[in-house]
């Protein structure tokens, strides 16, 4: 997770993907490739935006949001601009 935490700003989604699929593989104990693992994500992605913004209404979330409230509530890592 260190060496995640130290490269995780600068990783593309491929490289992001092909580092995760195979430690997901292994714990949900089934081969699946990188894309396949992209396209669920993006599917929980896009239900959890459906529940955030519900049926009618302006729809303020977007992923942006999503990344945030997930980032500022959930990440073991520490916020590097907190130190600053």
């Known amino acids: 997770m260190q060496h995640y935490d130290s490269r995780r700003l600068?990783?593309?989604d491929k490289e992001m993907y092909s580092l995760l699929t195979p430690i997901l593989n292994r714990a949900g104990n089934r081969e699946s490739s990188d894309d396949a693992k992209r396209k669920w994500v993006e599917t929980r992605i896009g239900e959890i935006l459906q529940l955030l913004?519900?049926?009618?209404?302006p729809k303020p979330y977007d992923k942006e949001h999503l990344r945030v409230l997930v980032e500022n509530c959930f990440s073991p890592f520490p916020d590097p601009q907190e130190s600053i």
Do not use: A, S
């Open 53 to 57: 913004n519900g049926k009618v209404g």
């Open 10 to 12: 600068k990783m593309t």
